[in-house]
């Protein structure tokens, strides 16, 4: 669709998402709390449709794929076995004078603090698992972690999995969860955050086969974003150096978007090889290997690892649908019009009912029609202003479709359907609204 705005500036989006109800600061009256966000009507909305999205699209339209929720604590020795309580650090550096502290990889080589000009100590490991306790006493013996990763709730259950679900290679494993990383240098709205939600499929494959299945699903995940409305040249791939690979990967790629700030990662897509089935194997004395009937032979399985954020889908997917669009392009003066112009099913809301007023012949037929209306559609009822700003403020949230009852329809029992991107209008029979919906929302699935 035409835009005229090539990237938004981060103030207006910031600016929108506390106005309308996309994201708020979380505990803002207590003075809030560094890198916590709490997502409101619309935010909520908004990462609801995106991971039903990505759900949708990584199981239920594939035959190869099922899902699982693990839980958020898990035995402590999980963590040790994937390496990540020896391994999973960042090199950390803090300012001699004012003290502030900064993840190495974020520095300039060469450079001082980026806050006051001071020296900095030399780099440090420091290891970005929260630490908490389980049971009445706090002490190492009932030490847990809060996972950084929901992956190893996979790993741990695969041989459930494959056994409840009868697969064969290749298949794979979905989840959607909560992640914690104590992150050093937190920022940039809800992009690095210390809480926030990850979307992973492990997908497991014979050994010789993994190069072949990782640039299958690079190109897959890249379509879905393309697919759901973020534009192509927002985004790019970036393959991993040697020298950057996890201990456990073998290749790497990711999937970066073109944020206002510069390009960050998206997606990470990874082949893990055998290492974490061999690790957990041998270090809990199960058998996670597989057994290859048509080969006729036992051995573990290599690991493909998409793995994404929803939080950082989430606002790229808003970055990338805000417009700004003059009412009149030949005039001096034109108004601007804000629109969010979400794909469909990305949409907070995919209708909303107007009445023109809130004239009492009319409000009666109004609220049958939205009843009618949300028993098929995330649907909002709004009467409040002028018609005109109600119009302006749907499209600032995104919806799609907005329905108008006025006074003709207590006659010819039709409304007006009007298109968020066209702004066209069409008059349709309040018996056909529903299916007339349906048409065009399903129209770019």
Not at 5 to 14: D, F, N, T, V
Not at 101 to 111: A, I, M, Y
Not at 125 to 143: H, I, R, V, W
Request: aromatic share 12%.
């Amino acid at each position: 669709m035409p835009r005229y705005l090539e990237q938004p500036e981060m103030g207006k989006i910031l600016s929108l998402s506390k106005r309308r109800g996309f994201v708020f600061q979380s505990s803002e009256i207590y003075g809030g709390l560094n890198a916590t966000w709490d997502y409101g009507p619309l935010g909520v909305e908004l990462k609801r449709n995106v991971k039903d999205a990505w759900w949708r699209s990584v199981v239920h339209e594939r035959d190869d794929v099922v899902g699982l929720d693990a839980a958020i604590l898990m035995n402590p020795q999980v963590w040790v076995t994937s390496g990540h309580v020896e391994s999973f650090s960042d090199p950390l550096v803090e300012c001699r004078e004012c003290h502030h502290r900064f993840r190495l990889e974020d520095l300039p080589e060469g450079s001082g603090c980026p806050d006051c000009g001071g020296p900095l100590t030399d780099p440090r490991q420091f290891n970005l698992m929260f630490k908490t306790f389980m049971g009445p006493t706090e002490d190492s013996a009932n030490q847990v972690y809060l996972r950084p990763e929901t992956a190893q709730g996979i790993f741990v259950n695969f041989a459930n999995v494959l056994v409840s679900s009868r697969r064969k290679l290749p298949f794979g494993i979905a989840q959607i969860g909560k992640a914690f990383r104590n992150e050093i240098t937190p920022g940039n709205f809800t992009f690095r955050t210390r809480e926030f939600e990850q979307m992973e499929i492990e997908y497991f494959v014979k050994p010789g086969t993994d190069d072949e299945c990782l640039d299958a699903w690079v190109k897959e995940r890249m379509a879905w974003y393309i697919r759901y409305g973020i534009r192509e040249e927002n985004l790019r791939l970036r393959r991993h150096g040697e020298d950057e690979l996890a201990h456990y990967a073998r290749d790497c790629y990711d999937i970066q978007y073109r944020f206002p700030w510069g390009w960050g990662e998206l997606e990470g897509i990874a082949n893990r090889t055998d290492y974490d089935l061999r690790h957990h194997g041998e270090a809990s004395g199960d058998d996670l290997s597989y057994f290859d009937d048509a080969a006729k032979e036992r051995y573990y399985p290599y690991v493909i690892e998409p793995s994404g954020g929803v939080d950082r889908a989430a606002l790229a997917f808003l970055l990338d649908a805000y417009d700004e669009e003059p009412d009149s392009p030949t005039a001096e003066k034109a108004d601007v019009r804000v629109v969010l112009k979400f794909h469909k099913d990305i949409a907070p809301y995919k209708v909303a009912l107007l009445p023109l007023s809130r004239n009492e012949r009319l409000v009666p037929t109004a609220r049958r029609v939205f009843e009618m209306v949300r028993r098929r559609f995330a649907a909002q009822y709004d009467d409040s202003q002028s018609i005109g700003r109600r119009y302006r403020r749907q499209d600032e949230i995104g919806t799609p479709y907005c329905v108008t009852v006025d006074f003709d329809t207590l006659e010819d029992e039709a409304v007006t359907i009007r298109d968020r991107d066209t702004m066209e209008q069409e008059r349709v029979p309040i018996e056909g609204l529903v299916g007339a919906l349906a048409d065009r929302l399903d129209k770019d699935r």
